[in-house]
């Protein structure tokens, strides 16, 4: 199984890590009404080129970044209950669709186009949009919250469901690379910060 630090150092490296080192001080120095605009205006722009990345581009990145992060989860067999089902990830916004199993003790990936031709639906269905995905990631929100809010949706098998929301706890982002770790908390601070400041204007 390629692991996320297996990937060339290049590619991990392009963000310094002292780029997002004081996130309070750097998300300062942005006007709040030019950061609302950035965070309403972001999932337009990358929606068009997100959508011409083949999925086995976006299965190579992706699959080792989850095997990353819940490699620990992996190795004490807490997938188990995902064998032979089938969990759909939704990123509304973006318009992405991703279906994730698991297989001889690994996390497999399946395009709409492969489970179709297998003649195989999924099991669960969890969608949210990436803004809400990153404040998760980034521990600014729990998956409860976002839950009782309407904001990530449980559709299917309720108790699937819950096994799956349970590992979304468990998410550990210090796994990843630093720089990625980095960015992933400079964009969670991000979106928290402006909207906690829109909210109390």
């Not at 002292?18 to 605009?37: A, H, W, Y």
């Not at 999924?122 to 998760?136: H, K, Q, R």
């Amino acid at each position: 199984m390629l692991k996320l630090s297996s990937l060339p150092q290049t590619a991990v490296n392009l963000l310094p890590t002292t780029l997002f080192s004081d996130n309070k001080q750097t998300i300062g120095r942005f006007p709040l009404t030019l950061r609302s605009r950035m965070i309403d205006v972001m999932p337009k722009i990358l929606r068009p080129s997100l959508k011409l990345l083949p999925f086995s581009a976006q299965k190579r990145l992706l699959l080792p970044a989850l095997t990353s992060v819940f490699q620990e989860s992996i190795e004490d067999g807490d997938f188990e209950f995902l064998q032979d089902k089938w969990l759909k990830i939704v990123i509304s916004d973006l318009n992405l669709f991703w279906w994730l199993s698991f297989d001889q003790d690994k996390l497999i990936m399946a395009s709409e186009s492969e489970l179709q031709a297998m003649n195989i639906t999924e099991d669960v269905c969890f969608s949210a949009t990436g803004d809400d995905l990153v404040l998760i990631a980034g521990r600014k929100q729990d998956p409860d919250t976002l839950f009782f809010q309407r904001r990530l949706k449980i559709e299917g098998d309720t108790e699937l469901g819950l096994e799956v929301k349970n590992l979304i706890d468990a998410i550990d982002i210090d796994q990843l690379p630093s720089s990625v770790h980095s960015l992933v908390a400079f964009s969670a601070d991000f979106l928290q910060d402006t909207r906690d400041e829109i909210a109390n204007l």
